[in-house]
Structures are given as structure tokens and as C-alpha cells.
């Protein structure tokens, strides 16, 4: 079992920063996918972007070029770095782990 802690949510205005944290419990982190989704009210939950354990990353269309994924196999992290942000990127974001360990999720708000 996987345990996945995210943070770094709040209120930010259009075109700000946010940077998103999860933390994922157990020490064979490093081989697991990772992956950020996000659900804003009344739509199904969608992949953002995704990580491999070797690096390889991928983004939906819809934030490609404002939001990049990395990890820290060291601290057992991966974030999510979001930039330019927009009225639509107001969602709960949730990180994914291994493809089946989801965290609790951290609420986004992007509004002026």
C-alpha cells in the first residue's frame, strides 16, 4: 500500500504560479509512474501529465508549455510546477501513484 500526500494548493490569480507537492510513503518509489489529475466541479477527473520512473513525461494539450511534472526519487516527490494559470485550471488535483494509488487531493483556485 501507497500512501500519497499533496500540497501546495490555494488561491492564486490568473496568470500566477503555483507549485504542487505529493509526498508518496515506502521506499521503492523511484519505480512507480506518477501522475497528476485534477476534477473541477461537474467533469470527470483528467490527466494532467504523467512521469515515468525513467523521466519520461507527457501533458495534456490543454497545459502544455504552462505546467511541468519532475520528481525527486530522494524525497519520494513528485511536483507539479503551474504556470500562466487559468480560470479553467480550477480543479482538486490529485496525484496518482503506480497507476492505482490515489492521494486526497488539493484544491486549486484560480480567480481574480
Known amino acids: 500500500q501507497v500512501q500519497l500526500v499533496e500540497s501546495g494548493g490555494g488561491l492564486v490569480q490568473p496568470g500566477g504560479s503555483l507549485r504542487l507537492s505529493c509526498v508518496a510513503s515506502g521506499s521503492i518509489f523511484s519505480i512507480y509512474n506518477m501522475g497528476w489529475y485534477r476534477q473541477a466541479p461537474g467533469k470527470q477527473r483528467e490527466l494532467v501529465a504523467a512521469?515515468?520512473?525513467?523521466?519520461?513525461?507527457d501533458y495534456a494539450d490543454s497545459v502544455k508549455g504552462r505546467f511541468t511534472i519532475s520528481r525527486d526519487n530522494a524525497k519520494n516527490t513528485v511536483y507539479l510546477q503551474m504556470s500562466s494559470l487559468k480560470a479553467e485550471d480550477t480543479a482538486v488535483y490529485y496525484c496518482?501513484?503506480?497507476?492505482?494509488?490515489w492521494g486526497q487531493g488539493t484544491q486549486v483556485t484560480v480567480s481574480s
Open positions: 512521469i515515468t520512473s525513467g523521466g519520461i513525461t
Open positions: 496518482l501513484a503506480a497507476w492505482k494509488y
